[in-house]
C-alpha cells in the first residue's frame, strides 16, 4: 500500500535526482499470462492493480497484453515488447505446475542458462517445513534461476519473482537496456513483491519525472455531484497540466488529482485544497486509507467501543471492521440478526414493534441500535435492517429500502435509504452508508 | 452464468454443423481501447466476458491487447492483429465525445471512406426524440459508417456496432478474409450486441470447431497436491488434445478441462470421470457454483436451518452465505463474538472454559457452536475461533491457529488448522473451509 507520506518523500528524492527539461516518455508495458484469462475464466485484476500502481510512481503503462501459458505466445509477445519497451513486466506462470511455463520461456529467449539458487532454495524449503509439510518435488524447480536474474522475494509463497536486465542492441536499436520483471500470478504474492522489491529496483533503474499523484476518497455524494462541486474549481490548475479523474465505487466516489512536472507538489497541494473546500466532510481520506481503518484508530485514541446489529448487510460491515488488525480492542462483536427471532432473542427487539411496523422499519431499525449498544456493553452502536432484494418488496417499501440507526449514550438517530442495487452492491452500499455514519459520529466525539 | 445444460446444447449443435476431420485451429484475438484502463483506473471486464462468450461458443480467443485512447496505438494494434488473425474484435471508442477515436482510426488504416448511414441516423434521432431530448451535434457522427461495413444494431445507446471483411492480402499472407468486429464501450450496450448480432455474424463467417470446457472446483487441497492427485490419471486425455489448468484462490483450486475437436464433448467427460474419481469429495462443483450457493440451495431443499457464530472471521463466512438470494429461509443470523464479553452472553460459553482454556480453544469453540445451535433454533451451527494476527500468536498457538466446530441436534465436532497468511486471506481461507465443513455436513444429512 502506498501511503501518501512515501508518495511525498519518493516524489522529493525523484526531484531532485531528474534533470530539468523535456526528456522522451518511457516506455512500460505489461504481458499477463494465463490460460484461464484467454477462456474467460478469470477476471484480470492484475492489469487494474499494476498499472493503477505504475501510473501512481509516474510510469504510465502503453499497452497491455494477455496471452495463454504457452511457451511460443510467451516468447512472441515478450519479444514484440522488448522492441519497443524500456520496461516489461510479465505476470503469472512461475508457480510448480506443469502449466507454468514463463520462467523457462523467457530464459530460452534470452538465451540465458537456468541455474539451481541456493538461498531460493532454502527460502523454499524453509516455507514447507515451518508449516509441517513435505516439499513437494516440483517445488524444488521454483529455485531455477536465469544467470544474473536478481531475485524478488515471495513473502507469501515459493514462487520468486525475477528482474532482468536485457542488454542495449539485443531486441531493440536504442543504446539503453531494457529491463524485464517476472512476477507470480496469486495477487497475495503479486503484490506486495511489486510494492516491496520491484518497484524500489524499478525506481532505481529508469527514475520516472517529478510526478505527484493524490486521490481524495469521499462518501455520501454521487460522482456527478461531485464532479458539478469542483470541477469548475479546478479549471485553472486544468488549463497549467492537473490531471482530474473521478472514480465510482460502491458507495463512494474518488477524486484523483495528477501532475508531471517541477512544480508537480505545489499543483496537487493547490487541487487539495479547492477539493477540500468544496467537498468539506464528504472526504474521509486521502489515497489508500479506508473508512474501517480510520474508524477503529479513532476508536483506539478515545478508548471507545463499538457493537453492530446487521440484518440485510448479513455480517457485511463486521467484516469490513475486523479487516483491520487490533480491531478487537475496540469491536465488542455484532448480531447478525437475519430472523425476526434472533432479533427478539438477542437485540431485544419487542415482538409487537416487529408485528405492527415490520422488520424493515424505523422502529425496529432504533430498536436494534439500542439493543447491540446495551447489550455489547459498547460506546457506540450502528444498526442496518432493510431488503437486499430481489425479492421481499412492497409498493410501500420497495427492495432496496434501508434503516440505519446510530446509538450512543445519549441518544439514538435512524436514516431512510434507498439502495436500488443488485443484492452484493446493495450490500456494499449500505455498508459503506453505514460505516460514514458511524465515521462521522466518532469524529465529533 | 454458464450452466452446464447450456454447454452440452452448445456442443452438440455445433459438433451437427462443422464437418469431421482436423483443421487449422482459428486464431481470434480482442484489442480493448480505453486510456482508463492504462491507468488502472477500471477494471477490464470486457476481457473476461468476451474471451468466455467466445471460447463457449467454440472460439479460443489468443491474445488480448489493451491500449490507450489514440489512434495511432489502436492502429498498430489492429495491424499486428490483422497480420495474424482469422477474427479481431475491438471495443469501445464509437461513442460522440472527443476521446472515441476507434471508428475513424480503423477507417483510415483500411483505406475506407466514412459515409453517412441514414437509416442509422434516423435510429440516433428516434432514440433522442423518444427520450425527449434534443439531439447533441457530435451524436450525427455516429452515423458515420466505413464503406460496406455491416452496422450492428444497439438497443441501449447510440453508437452502433461495426462488422466488417478485410481482404485475403490486405495484411496477412492467406487466401482466407480476416473478418473485424467493432463494439461500443459499455458493458450494458455491448453485451446484448454481442449476443444478439455478433455472435450468429461470427457463426455464419467462421463456423467454429467443436469445442468443450469445464471446471471442477475444489476445497480442501493445495494446488500442488490437487495435481499430484490428477495429473498423471488425465495423462493419455492430454496426448489426445486435453487441456488441463490450475488455478488456485484462498481455500479453493480449480481445475479446468478443455478440448477442441470432434471427440470434444466425450474426452471432457473421460476427464471429469477421471477428476472427480481422484478427488472425491474434494470436488464440490462444476463451473461458476458457489460454496454458499450449494448450502443455501441443499438446506432450502432439506428445510433445515443453520445458525453461525464467528470470532476470528469476523462476520465473513456471514456475508458469504447472505451473498445468495433467499437465504433469509434457511439462515437464523450470525454471533460475531470478537469479545469474552459476547461469547458468554450471546453464546452462553462458560467463563471457567474460557479462563481455563483461552478464547481459541476446542472446548470454546465446541461452546460456541453448541450456544449458536440452541440460541438460533437451527439444525446446523458452524463456529469458529483463531488468532487472525499479525499479533496475538504465541509458542503453542501461533497467529493463523483456527478451531472450527459444527454443531448438529446429535453431535459437535471440532478441528484444528493452522492458516498461516495475512489477516484477509487468513480470514478467506478459514471462512471456505468452514463452509466446506458445513457443505459436507449438509450432503451427508
Not at 282 to 308: C, F, P, S
Request: charge should be positive; glycine fraction near 8%; aromatic fraction near 4%.
Amino acid at each position: 500500500m502506498l501511503r501518501s507520506a512515501d508518495l511525498h518523500r519518493v516524489t522529493r528524492m525523484r526531484r531532485a535526482e531528474v534533470p530539468a527539461g523535456p526528456r522522451k516518455p518511457m516506455i512500460v508495458e505489461l504481458i499477463n499470462t494465463g490460460s484461464e484469462l484467454m477462456v474467460g475464466r478469470v477476471l484480470n485484476t492484475h492489469q487494474q492493480w499494476l498499472c493503477r500502481q505504475l501510473a501512481d510512481a509516474g510510469y504510465c503503462v502503453s499497452r497491455q497484453v494477455a496471452v495463454p501459458d504457452a511457451a511460443e505466445c510467451i516468447q512472441v509477445a515478450l519479444k514484440e515488447a522488448l522492441c519497443r519497451a524500456d520496461l516489461v513486466i510479465v505476470t503469472g506462470g512461475l508457480g510448480p505446475t506443469s502449466d507454468d511455463v514463463t520462467r523457462d520461456s523467457v530464459a530460452r529467449l534470452l538465451g540465458l542458462p537456468l541455474r539451481e539458487d541456493p538461498e531460493l532454495l532454502r527460502q523454499i524449503e524453509l516455507f514447507f517445513t515451518e508449516r509441517g509439510r513435505p516439499i513437494p518435488a516440483a517445488a524444488r524447480g521454483e529455485a531455477m534461476v536465469p544467470l544474473n536474474a536478481v531475485v524478488l522475494k515471495n513473502r507469501n509463497g515459493t514462487a520468486a519473482g525475477l528482474a532482468l536486465e536485457v542488454p542495449a542492441g539485443r531486441f531493440r536499436h536504442t543504446e539503453k537496456s531494457s529491463w524485464l520483471i517476472l512476477l507470480p500470478g496469486p495477487p497475495r504474492e503479486l503484490r506486495p513483491m511489486f510494492t516491496e522489491f520491484a518497484l524500489p529496483w524499478i525506481r532505481e533503474k529508469l527514475p520516472s519525472s517529478a510526478f505527484v499523484c493524490r486521490t481524495f476518497r469521499t462518501c455520501g455524494l454521487g460522482e456527478s455531484q461531485v464532479q458539478a462541486r469542483v470541477g469548475h474549481r479546478l479549471a485553472d490548475l486544468v488549463v497549467k497540466g492537473l490531471s482530474v479523474g473521478y472514480c465510482a465505487r460502491p458507495g463512494e466516489v474518488d477524486v484523483r488529482l495528477a501532475f508531471t512536472g517541477a512544480d508537480a507538489e505545489k499543483n496537487v497541494a493547490e487541487g487539495e485544497a479547492l477539493v477540500r473546500h468544496a467537498l468539506g466532510e464528504h472526504v474521509y481520506a486521502a489515497d489508500d486509507v479506508a473508512l474501517e481503518g480510520l474508524i477503529v484508530g479513532r476508536l483506539t485514541d478515545l478508548q471507545k467501543t463499538v457493537a453492530i446489529a446487521e440484518s440485510c448487510t448479513g455480517g457485511c460491515i463486521s467484516d469490513r471492521i475486523t479487516n483491520v488488525p487490533g480491531a478487537s480492542a475496540v469491536f465488542r462483536g455484532a448480531f447478525i440478526t437475519y430472523s425476526n427471532l434472533l432479533k427478539e432473542k438477542c437485540l431485544g427487539v419487542k415482538a409487537e414493534t416487529l408485528r405492527v411496523h415490520g422488520a424493515v422499519s424505523e422502529p425496529v431499525v432504533r430498536e436494534m441500535a439500542a439493543g447491540a449498544l446495551g447489550r455489547g456493553e459498547s460506546d457506540f452502536a450502528i444498526a442496518v435492517t432493510g431488503i437486499a432484494g430481489p425479492g421481499g418488496g412492497t409498493d410501500e417499501k420497495p427492495a432496496g429500502t434501508v434503516f440505519i440507526a446510530l446509538a450512543t449514550r445519549s441518544q439514538v438517530l435512524a436514516w431512510r435509504m434507498i439502495n436500488p442495487w443488485d443484492r452484493r452492491t446493495f450490500k456494499e452500499v449500505t455498508t459503506q452508508q453505514a460505516l460514514n455514519i458511524l465515521r462521522l459520529a466518532i469524529s465529533a466525539a
